[in-house]
């Protein structure tokens, strides 16, 4: 069974940084592309940043470009979310996503994906 759990999440001041982790099992032997989402309170969830897991290919929504880093560790089937240089617009319930390698359509859509984790709060003061 897939199960995708997010941590690092917490307060920091503007101009600080934080790490995000999205801890994955049952997805071993699988090319998943694995997406980091956003959701702030009243509004829609947001693409931020995505890599596949056996191949190094990045996308990060124009927002984040610069300041985030996604990247993985296959050997402890980890997914970490480097973010530098946070803005109080960054403040939203992040999420991890999973999207199994038979399925299609852009990186950013959310429906692509099969699998979530229950998220973690970045909250940035200003």
């Known amino acids: 069974q897939v199960q995708l759990v997010e941590s690092g999440g917490g307060l920091v001041q503007a101009g600080g940084s934080l790490r995000l982790s999205c801890a994955a099992s049952g997805l071993t032997f699988s090319n998943y592309l694995m997406g980091w989402f956003r959701q702030a309170p009243g509004k829609e969830r947001e693409f931020v940043a995505a890599v596949r897991w056996f191949v190094m290919n990045t996308y990060y929504s124009d927002s984040v470009k610069g300041r985030f880093v996604i990247s993985r560790d296959n050997t402890k089937n980890t997914v970490y979310l480097q973010m530098n240089s946070l803005k109080p617009e960054d403040t939203a319930v992040y999420y991890c996503?999973?999207?199994?390698?038979?399925?299609?359509?852009?990186?950013?859509?959310?429906?692509?994906?099969?699998?979530w984790g229950q998220g973690t709060q970045v909250t940035v003061s200003s």
């Open positions: 996503a999973a999207d199994r390698p038979i399925n299609g359509g852009v990186v950013d859509d959310p429906a692509r994906y099969d699998y």
